[in-house]
């Protein structure tokens, strides 16, 4: 390995470079694999309904012993009035992410099949606009210039 900064080499990895000092990590175990946006999802999808349940359950539970008794706390009931909060924003946001999986997950084989067969059987014509040459930029300067180069000499002659 050379040093990035000097560039010693003969260097080893996730150790520090014997001319410069500079530290050289090990950048094949730096690099990580990256996880699919499927997977977060389900793992999103798990989470929420976990959250969504056990607030349920506690507020159930709150509501179930102190209703109707004396001497109650607000703050009992203010805290089951949160519990059930977060679970009507978790089931929003459950809601939210079924629609997100719909739109992120790709087609199934079929449907591609059947988008593959749609593009062959149209004409080219209607898979593609005119070319529009009307506003194009020559590649060199030159051009032009030769161009009238070339009608001077014509109109001297």
Request: charged residues 25%; glycine residues 4%; proline residues 5%.
């Amino acid at each position: 390995m050379f040093c990035p900064n000097c560039g010693k080499a003969d260097q080893k990895e996730n150790t520090y470079c014997r001319q410069c000092g500079k530290f050289l990590p090990d950048f094949d175990k730096i690099k990580r694999r990256e996880i699919p946006p499927e997977v977060h999802l389900k793992a999103n999808t798990v989470l929420n309904i976990m959250t969504a349940i056990g607030s349920l359950t506690l507020a159930i539970l709150l509501y179930v012993f102190f209703l109707g008794k004396e001497n109650t706390p607000v703050i009992i009931f203010v805290t089951a009035g949160f519990l059930t909060a977060m679970f009507a924003w978790q089931v929003q946001v459950f809601w939210r992410n079924l629609k997100l999986k719909k739109q992120i997950i790709p087609p199934s084989r079929a449907e591609n099949e059947e988008k593959q067969e749609e593009i062959k059987s149209a004409q080219t014509n209607d898979l593609l606009n005119e070319a529009d040459f009307s506003d194009i930029i020559p590649a060199i300067v030159t051009e032009y210039t030769t161009k009238n180069l070339k009608e001077k000499a014509n109109r001297s002659s």
